[in-house]
């Protein structure tokens, strides 16, 4: 491994960042199971890409904030609350406070422009995993239930898990936010309170088993 690193320092500037791609792919190409770190075209757009999900992050944390003030004086869940009642009653509470607070939200008002970096997570996922294993991880989303902002998540629709060789690719989310598909949606979900509050449309490429 010595030799290639010490042609490829002799290289000059230009040509040593079009090599160091190369490599990358090189890598990639020979450890099949592993996600390419970078492409070239994501290479090019990493201020942006940055600076897309930097913004993204600020909006969770600004509904997080919206989110601590509508439960301020809601009763802290406890374990039984469910068996009674309680436990719903809070969490349709606190719904009915976000919506109001909220009434306005549209698509994309939470994901912005990182929709776009999401969806290529998504897409090269399902590149790396081959389509029949990604189609067989779909199984379970609930494909008849199109998502809204500011709606509840429905009540008798499965909560599909996503991939954890997507989500570690993903931004991290605040206690309490959750990542959910919807048939080829990808919702931004308030655990505490059934919402959906955002949703990246067509998310998932079309898949065919």
Known sequence: MTRPISKLLAIPAVSRRVAVVALIFVGAAACPGVLPVVTAQESASTPDRESALKAFTQRVAT?????????????????????????????????????????????????????????????????????????????????????????????????????PLILVNLPRLPDGLEYRFMGRDLIL??????????????????LKP
């Open 189 to 206: 979900r308030d655990r505490d309170a059934n919402l959906i509050v955002d949703f990246v449309e067509g998310a998932v490429p079309v």
């Open 63 to 163: 509904y997080v904030e919206l989110k601590k003030k509508m439960q301020a004086d809601l009763p802290t869940p406890k374990p039984g609350d469910r068996a009674t009642g309680k436990a719903e009653t809070t969490e349709d509470t606190l719904a009915a406070r976000i919506q109001i607070a909220r009434r306005g939200a549209k698509p994309g008002d939470v994901f912005g422009d990182a929709a776009a970096y999401i969806k290529r997570v998504i897409e090269r996922d399902t590149q790396t995993r081959g389509v029949r294993d990604a189609y067989a991880a779909m199984k379970e989303v609930p494909a008849k239930s199109p998502p809204a902002v500011n709606a509840l998540y429905p009540e008798k629709a499965a909560l599909a898990t996503v991939p």
